[in-house]
């Protein structure tokens, strides 16, 4: 059994999707550090100064100036804040992968389209070997090639 699993793991498909979710986890903490830090504080700020991490609709009967109060105070709350937050990080990381096949699809269509090169030998009638076309004797059996 110990054999068998080693030949499943280390086949081509399962390390290289293993390779593709590390890579993928830390693609997803750089976006979402990015959306956190770089990306809404400046959207907040145009909106007034909104810091959409703190939005949040309180479902106790109490009334809380913060959503750190309202948690501390076990009160639930709906953090809608941190929602749109992840939205946006969704569809940064959707568009960045469409972009990264795309270019991929791109890439791979183009090398299909390449035109097959132009053979430069061809074979001999005669003997079957393999002969550059503009001879016009065989280098192997010496047989006089018809003029193409």
């Given at each position: 059994m110990l054999?068998?699993?080693k030949a499943f793991a280390?086949?081509?498909n399962v390390v290289d999707m293993a390779v593709g979710i590390v890579i993928g986890g830390a693609f997803g903490k750089i976006i979402a550090s990015f959306v956190k830090d770089v990306l809404?504080?400046?959207i907040g700020l145009l909106m007034g100064?909104?810091?959409f991490s703190s939005l949040y609709i309180n479902l106790g009967s109490g009334s809380y100036d913060s959503l750190a109060l309202a948690e501390k105070a076990g009160e639930p709350v709906l953090r809608y804040g941190l929602f749109i937050n992840t939205v946006v990080d969704f569809t940064i990381i959707a568009f960045a992968i469409f972009m990264v096949v795309n270019a991929m699809n791109k890439?791979?269509?183009?090398e299909a389209e390449k035109p097959a090169a132009e053979p430069t030998t061809k074979k001999c009638p005669e003997c079957l070997s393999e002969i550059p076309i503009p001879a016009k004797r065989c280098a192997h059996c010496t047989s006089v090639l018809a003029a193409a």
């Open positions: 054999k068998e699993f280390m086949r081509g809404m504080p400046p100064g909104v810091d890439a791979k269509k183009k």
